[in-house]
Each structure stands twice: as structure tokens, then as C-alpha cells.
């Protein structure tokens, strides 16, 4: 996913710590634990993540009419005839067209009297660090790309994540910092998370006593962190269904808290 030289793919271990690190940390939760939002099985009728469709140059091409049109990419979207929308209430589709090397992603996707209708739409070449114009949104609030973000148990099976995740926070001040392009809500706390604050875990943090899925989950958690990228519960680590997850090794990573986490400066991940 984008080039190596891109923030989702550039370790941040090495990187210090914010100077405001404690403060911002206690305002999201210290005593709150991580917990995986994905998994296997189905919660409330859906599977548990946020799922993905590959896709190629033969997949139809579809209009799609959008709530925030002015930010979202008018561009023929190949959605499948069988397309995975994500449950709950955020309905995310997330379409990785393998013959162009690019991401289409699309929030709030339903039809509406026979046509396809969002309220936002996405594009992204997997070949550029190009990011969303300045204030636009995504299908993310942060107007980030959800994909490259995700634990996907592919990468599991092999052993290693090498990217940052994706996770969310119930508040945010209205701000955000690179790769961040958008805001939300009216909170001017100046110690809130702004969109697209990158946390990881702390190097002294022992992970061997986890069971294999949770020990990679949080090695990726030390190398490369995570992005504030939407407003939802505390902690809240996004990645995609699979039934092969073992729901009983994720729920380990209950035990992992916020006070296990220290903000990142990251202001030299500009590629």
C-alpha cells in the first residue's frame, strides 16, 4: 500500500516522544484498554471489521451520488454486483482495483431508489504519497484511506503487519496534522487528539506473553503505531473480518491500556 517512503509504511519507534505526550494520552483514557474491532463470527448480523473487495478493470463501473459533494472524487466507482458494505451504522465499501493500483473507498454507501448514494467518495493512487486537498473528508472523518490502515489476517498468517493501524476516539479537537486532511466537531481543548495524532507503544511494553495473533497486532503497535482517523469509541483498533481470527486471542489485547501508549512526533514523516 503507497510507496515505502509513505507515513502508513515508516517505522516511528525510533522517532521521540510528543512533548505534550502524557497529557493528550490521559485525555483519550489511561485506564481504557485496546480492543480489536474486528474479528470472526458476526456481531449484530454482520461481520465483525471492515471488510474489502478486489476488484479489476472489468468490474462495472458505477455513478454515485454523494451528501458531501463538493469534497468527494466524481469518478466511476466498480462496485461488484456482490459488494461488502460494512455493518453498523458507517457502511464503508472499500474497493482495491488490482489492475490500476488504485483505492476507491466509499462512506454511508446504500441505494437509494434503484442508485448507489454515499456521503462521501474517495480516490487513491497506490503509487503516489498525494494526499486529499486540505479540508477535504474521505469516507474517513480524518479524510484519510481506511485500507492501509486495517489488520488483515493475511498478514498475520505471515507474521508480520508493516504499517500503521487505524484507530478511533470518542473526542477530538478540532484540528488535524499530516496525513490528516480533515476535521470534526467544535472541542478546542488544546490537549484533545487532533485527527490523524500518531500514538504507539511503548518499547518497554512486553509483548511475549501474548497469544501469536495479539503479539503481532502489538509489534506492529511499537514499530509503527496507529492514527487517530475517525471519532468512535476509545481505543477502538479497526481492521477486517476473517474467520480465521481467533476472537479469543484479540480480546487479549484488552489487557494492553492507554497509559501503555505515548504520542509520536511525527512531524518528519513528511515523504
Not at 510507496?3 to 519507534?13: A, T
Request: aromatic share 10%; proline share 7%.
Amino acid at each position: 500500500m503507497f510507496p515505502k517512503n509513505n507515513p502508513w509504511n515508516r517505522r516511528v519507534d525510533l522517532l521521540p516522544v510528543a512533548l505534550n505526550s502524557a497529557a493528550v494520552i490521559a485525555t483519550i483514557g489511561l485506564d481504557t484498554g485496546l480492543h480489536a474491532d474486528f474479528g470472526s463470527g458476526l456481531w449484530d448480523g454482520s461481520p465483525i471489521g471492515i471488510p474489502f473487495d478486489v476488484v479489476s478493470r472489468n468490474t462495472p463501473r458505477s455513478r454515485v451520488s454523494f451528501d458531501y459533494s463538493s469534497e468527494s472524487d466524481h469518478v466511476g466507482y466498480p462496485i461488484p454486483r456482490h459488494v461488502h458494505i460494512e455493518g453498523g451504522s458507517d457502511h464503508h465499501a472499500l474497493l482495491l482495483d488490482r489492475s490500476a493500483c488504485r483505492l476507491y473507498e466509499l462512506g454511508g454507501l446504500a441505494k437509494q431508489n434503484g442508485r448507489w448514494h454515499a456521503w462521501a467518495g474517495a480516490t487513491w493512487s497506490l503509487r503516489s504519497n498525494r494526499v486529499r486537498p486540505a479540508g477535504w473528508t474521505s469516507a474517513d472523518a480524518a479524510g484519510l484511506p481506511i485500507f492501509p490502515g486495517l489488520a488483515r489476517y493475511d498478514e498475520v498468517r505471515r507474521g508480520v503487519i508493516d504499517h500503521a493501524l487505524r484507530f478511533t476516539v470518542e473526542r477530538t479537537r478540532r484540528a488535524y496534522i499530516y496525513p490528516a486532511r480533515h476535521l470534526t466537531g467544535s472541542l478546542t481543548n488544546p490537549l484533545l487528539p487532533p485527527m490523524g495524532l500518531r500514538v504507539r507503544l511503548r518499547a518497554s511494553f512486553d509483548v511475549r506473553p501474548f497469544p501469536r495473533q495479539a503479539r503481532i497486532v502489538l509489534a506492529a503497535l511499537k514499530r509503527y503505531g496507529m492514527i487517530v482517523a475517525d471519532n468512535g469509541s476509545d481505543w477502538f483498533v479497526s481492521g477486517t473480518p476473517d474467520p480465521r481470527w481467533s476472537n479469543d486471542q484479540l480480546r487479549t489485547l484488552g489487557q494492553v491500556k492507554g497509559s501503555d501508549f505515548e504520542v509520536v512526533n511525527t512531524s518528519t514523516l513528511r515523504p
